[in-house]
């Protein structure tokens, strides 16, 4: 039984013993960046504005989440210059560019390298992408992370493609981005395994016809655990 069978379910109440099942009528996955590949800390880059002098950060965050700046910066219709002036409204005079950036990274962490080999593997028997919500300050910041850690170009080669929406003018959940990867790829969308950890962007995935899975990474949930079957 397909996932077309759940469709009137919550994904996120799915049990993944449902998909384990699954694994084998996949042909290609597309995967998630930030918390499913790459771990984050939210908390972190909260902190370092505080420290900066943005003592309601977190108030200041929920008010810009209402407008399109985010939405803006992460399709790339919004310029870094443009971005850091207005996070800048906030801070003391004396703030510069790079204290912005750096605070603004605060939350990307690390890759496990168990985790990296993981992917490797995962690759011999899949077609595999990366599809990431994401801006060109964080993907300046952990390209030179990943370049540094495991050599140059060498994350991004384990994926046939790498997405990142401020590079396409689109961004998840919304259906254009998924069906232009399907598209350039020649994806079958029933034989296309969608994993991320926001449950909009399952739903997203969803209603394009992929099949989607949500990984609960606020549960403790970890990419290469709860997915070792895809290697059997």
Known sequence: MGLQGFRILNPCCIDHSIFLRLMKQYESI???????????????????FVDLGLT????????????SLF???????????????TLKQYLPAHITDLQVDAAWNAML???????????????????????????HIHVEAFTKMNDQLFGQGAFESIFEKHYYS????M??????????????????????????DSPQHVEGAL?????AELLR?????????VYANLLL
Do not use: W
């Not at 390298?113 to 899949?126: Q, S």
């Not at 981005?177 to 598209?183: A, G, M, N, P």
């Not at 990474?217 to 655990?225: A, N, P, Q, W």
């Open 56 to 67: 309601n950060f977190n108030e200041i965050y929920s008010k810009a989440k209402q407008t």
């Open 166 to 169: 401020c590079n396409m003018g």
């Open 30 to 48: 597309i995967f998630d960046l930030g918390g499913v590949i790459i771990n984050l800390d939210y908390n972190r880059t909260a902190q370092a």
């Open 171 to 196: 961004r998840k959940p919304d259906a254009e981005i998924f069906e232009f990867v399907l598209k350039e790829n020649g994806l079958d969308r029933t034989k296309t395994l969608f994993i991320d």
């Open 109 to 135: 962490l690390d890759i496990p390298l168990h985790r990296i080999e993981f992917l490797r593997n995962v690759a011999k028997h899949y077609r595999i992408f990366l599809l990431s919500n994401t801006n």
């Open 71 to 85: 939405d803006d910066f992460e399709k790339g219709t919004m310029e870094d210059p443009r971005f850091r002036a």
């Open 217 to 225: 990474v606020e549960m403790g949930e970890k990419l290469e655990t």
């Open 207 to 211: 209603k394009t016809g992929l099949h």
